[in-house]
């Protein structure tokens, strides 16, 4: 089973309509990121948690919210979707502390918003 | 504030022949510095890290890296490529430890049978 897991792996939804895309992790760490990937922008960071109660916005986190309800489950909100929300969306973990520096990504979830 | 750049969105060789992705980063402090490929449909995968020990990083199907100051850069280089080494290549550099990362646009390398 892989460790981290994204769900839906796609969805095509409206403008205005509310989206979850939720991450779950068997890896036990602490650290959990979203990215958006657009193509000719690489990756680019929305919110990170360092714990249940750490909630961090990223470098563009405006339309968006997270949800860290356990240490393995982290999930991105679309209040209210819009077309410039499409693409892939991925999910990243990482153990605390500066011992470990690297990020391990779940699947992606493909977002397409009409 | 660190940045990645990475020239040449799309690079093709042909099979056997040499891999050079090149990758350049701004950082105020010294950086540590990633490679991660993506295989179509699939995450990020890491190839390779630098973490201010050895300047030539080997990573994982034979790539490696090397980190010079002077030049800011941080090119991942392959002697042989192989059919399966399609895939996108991302750069990332971070400024504290691995926390949190900035990626590099991604270059795709194409290889020719």
């Known amino acids: 089973d892989a460790d981290v897991t994204q769900t839906p792996r796609n969805r095509i939804t409206k403008t205005g309509k509310r989206i979850m895309l939720e991450c779950s992790q068997t890896?036990?760490?602490?650290?959990m990121y979203w990215y958006r990937q657009d193509p000719g922008l690489g990756l680019r960071l929305i919110y990170y948690?360092?714990?249940?109660?750490?909630?961090n916005k990223g470098e563009i986190s405006d339309g968006y919210s997270v949800s860290r309800q356990a240490q393995a489950k982290f999930s991105l909100s679309l209040e209210s979707a819009i077309p410039n929300q499409t693409a892939l969306y991925f999910c990243?973990?990482?153990?605390?502390?500066?011992?470990?520096?690297?990020?391990?990504f779940g699947p992606g979830t493909r977002l397409t918003v009409l | 504030a660190q940045s990645v750049t990475q020239l040449g969105s799309h690079v093709s060789v042909s099979e056997g022949a040499l891999v050079l992705l090149r990758c350049n980063y701004s950082?105020?402090?010294?950086?540590?510095l990633f490679w991660y490929v993506q295989y179509p449909n699939q995450g990020l995968q890491l190839l390779l890290k630098?973490?201010?020990?050895?300047?030539l990083v080997k990573g994982i199907n034979g790539f490696e890296a090397e980190f010079k100051k002077s030049e800011t850069s941080f090119h991942l280089t392959k002697p042989s490529a192989h059919m399966s080494d399609a895939a996108e290549y991302f750069c990332?550099?971070?400024?504290?430890?691995?926390?949190?990362?900035?990626f590099g646009p991604g270059t795709r390398l194409s290889v020719l049978p």
């Open positions: 990332a550099v971070s400024e504290d430890y691995g926390q949190n990362f900035v």
């Open positions: 948690s360092f714990d249940v109660k750490d909630i």
């Open positions: 630098y973490t201010s020990a050895a300047t």
């Open positions: 990243a973990t990482r153990t605390g502390g500066e011992s470990s520096d690297t990020q391990y």
């Open positions: 950082s105020s402090v010294p950086p540590y």
């Open positions: 890896k036990g760490h602490d650290r």
